[in-house]
């Protein structure tokens, strides 16, 4: 349940929202990962200039309760610059300065992605860090989101933070959450972001800005003709290791999320784990089956299913529920097993795409974000670095920009 928060790979529990699985179905309650007001992080000061490329990380979000964001997540941090909640008043071609409205529109500064964006950040040098609830550093056209809303949802103190490495090498984030959630439903969710969240301008929602980091996301599925995302040197490192998963995921819509003020019907998530704990969500029954979980099925009545797609690498469908939390939720995991470590790691989200399009989603639906995470619950301390990430859609390529 990624990030933009949301996403949902634990199993769905109320309190601040579940996500939901594919097909149709019902609506399912609030929450998503992303979720949590849209924090109006300090406006970065200096200048915007990019700097040279660097690359990124992987994540999603946590489906289980919640990837959702607990009403708690909601609060605007203050001391922001820009308001994101207001998603009115677009500011020119990202302009220098602490804007103060979140954009209405879909880009994140037109005329210079590497400029300021409209909350007033440049993009980070080495050696920056943020450790403020729902603050993000600026790495051109991608943010890493210091994405804590399951302990904010949980009213924990839980020391997180995302970091550029001082040699510039790098770039990540560390965690360190005690006991904060026995039930297991409320995990942080730090990340990477390549776009917008999917829950419409100024919805509370959300845990990340109101206005796209790049020019080339939000589309509609049926304008994508390509869209991957490759990672060098992803590592997640342990001093202490609990209940925790390793993520790529993207969402849905049925509105453009750049473009719509208020709710822009979040429709559907779907992540790829390639780690997680052991006996996560353990196959109970020796089947060796998926969940599927749909609007006509309750409890030992649901039915299993077991469907497999190369998307970069074999993953095979572990959870599919319609009715997880607002939206519908895919879990796919690594045929592979669960990894710690990727010397390159790509991901064909284009086939994933397509995937769900055999399964009769529209092609009007938005594609608004893709997002690397982890997904980090209680008794975990340590940290996720890798030294390049790039996102492509439509043949055009992202990687990370570095300030001066």
């Not at 677009?90 to 529109?105: D, E, I, V």
């Not at 796209?212 to 590592?235: R, Y």
């Not at 997640?236 to 209940?243: M, W």
Request: neutral net charge.
């Amino acid at each position: 349940m990624a990030g933009l928060a949301g996403c949902g790979s634990d199993a769905p529990t109320n309190p601040g929202g579940s996500s939901g699985a594919s097909g149709s179905g019902s609506t399912p309650t609030a929450g998503a990962h992303s979720a949590g007001a849209p924090a109006t992080p300090t406006a970065g000061s200096g200048n915007g200039s990019a700097g040279a490329p660097v690359v990124g990380t992987a994540g999603s979000g946590n489906p289980g309760a919640g990837s959702g964001n607990p009403g708690a997540g909601s609060g605007n941090p203050s001391g922001g610059s820009g308001n994101p909640s207001g998603g009115s008043g677009n500011p020119s071609g990202g302009a220098s300065g602490s804007g103060s409205g979140m954009a209405g529109g879909a880009t994140a500064g037109a005329a210079n992605p590497n400029g300021p964006d409209q909350m007033g950040k440049t993009n980070a040098k080495p050696g920056d860090m943020a450790s403020t609830k729902f603050d993000y550093l600026k790495l051109g056209e991608i943010r890493i989101l210091n994405n804590n809303w399951g302990s904010v949802a949980a009213g924990c103190s839980t020391p997180q933070s995302v970091f550029v490495a001082a040699d510039g090498k790098s770039f990540g984030w560390n965690f360190d959450r005690g006991s904060c959630d026995s039930s297991g439903s409320r995990p942080d969710f730090p990340q990477l972001e390549f776009g917008i969240h999917p829950f419409g301008l100024g919805s509370s929602d959300a845990t990340s800005p109101n206005f796209s980091s790049t020019t080339l996301l939000p589309l509609q599925i049926k304008d994508i003709t390509s869209a991957s995302v490759t990672l060098t040197d992803l590592k997640i490192q342990f001093e202490k290791k609990g209940k925790w998963d390793l993520t790529f995921e993207f969402w849905l819509s049925t509105k453009d999320p750049g473009k719509t003020q208020g709710d822009a019907g979040v429709y559907s998530e779907l992540m790829t784990f390639w780690g997680w704990e052991t006996n996560r969500w353990p196959d109970t029954d020796g089947s060796g089956m998926t969940l599927v979980r749909n609007s006509t099925c309750t409890g030992g009545a649901c039915p299993k299913g077991g469907d497999q797609v190369t998307a970069g690498k074999g993953y095979k469908l572990f959870v599919q529920d319609d009715a997880w939390g607002k939206w519908r939720y895919f879990q796919f995991r690594d045929t592979a097993g669960s990894h710690e470590s990727f010397s390159t790691l790509t991901v064909d989200v284009k086939k994933l795409i397509d995937y769900l399009v055999s399964k009769g989603y529209s092609k009007d639906l938005w594609v608004s974000r893709l997002e690397v995470g982890s997904e980090i619950d209680d008794n975990n301390k340590g940290k996720v670095t890798m030294s390049n990430v790039e996102f492509e859609v439509n043949g055009q390529k992202r990687s990370p920009v570095f300030g001066q």
